[in-house]
């Protein structure tokens, strides 16, 4: 079992930047990793980032490539997204994904899921 729990969300300026962390505990590190998923309102949860135990491989979605880096603190267990030049469409709830990936990147999530964590970007 994989608990995941977000936080570091709020209300940002375009060009700002935000970091948003995923705490995990439970067996995580027999897992393949942790990534990051985006649903903003109206549409689909959309893939944004994920980090690789193996290696420390990343992935990212074009839309946020350049822009945001995911890293990972093994001994917290944490992942980390730093987000820079921050967009109004990047305005999202941010959810953490951890488990196992049938593809790579995980385009349909990791198997565990966190709550959310809100990210709003104003113009």
């Known amino acids: 079992q994989v608990h995941l729990e977000e936080s570091g969300g709020g209300s940002v300026q375009a060009g700002d930047s935000l970091r948003v962390s995923c705490a995990a505990s439970g067996r995580i590190f027999s897992t393949d990793g942790l990534g990051w998923f985006r649903q903003a309102p109206g549409k689909e949860r959309e893939f944004v980032a994920v980090i690789r135990w193996a290696g420390g491989m990343t992935y990212y979605a074009d839309s946020v490539k350049g822009r945001f880096t995911i890293s990972a603190d093994n001994a917290k267990s944490t992942a980390y997204l730093q987000m820079n030049s921050l967009k109004p469409e990047d305005t999202a709830v941010y959810y953490c994904?951890?488990?196992?990936?049938?593809?790579?990147?995980?385009?349909?999530?990791?198997?565990?899921w966190g709550k959310g964590t809100l990210v709003t970007v104003s113009s």
């Open positions: 994904t951890g488990g196992w990936a049938s593809s790579w990147p995980p385009r349909d999530g990791m198997g565990y």
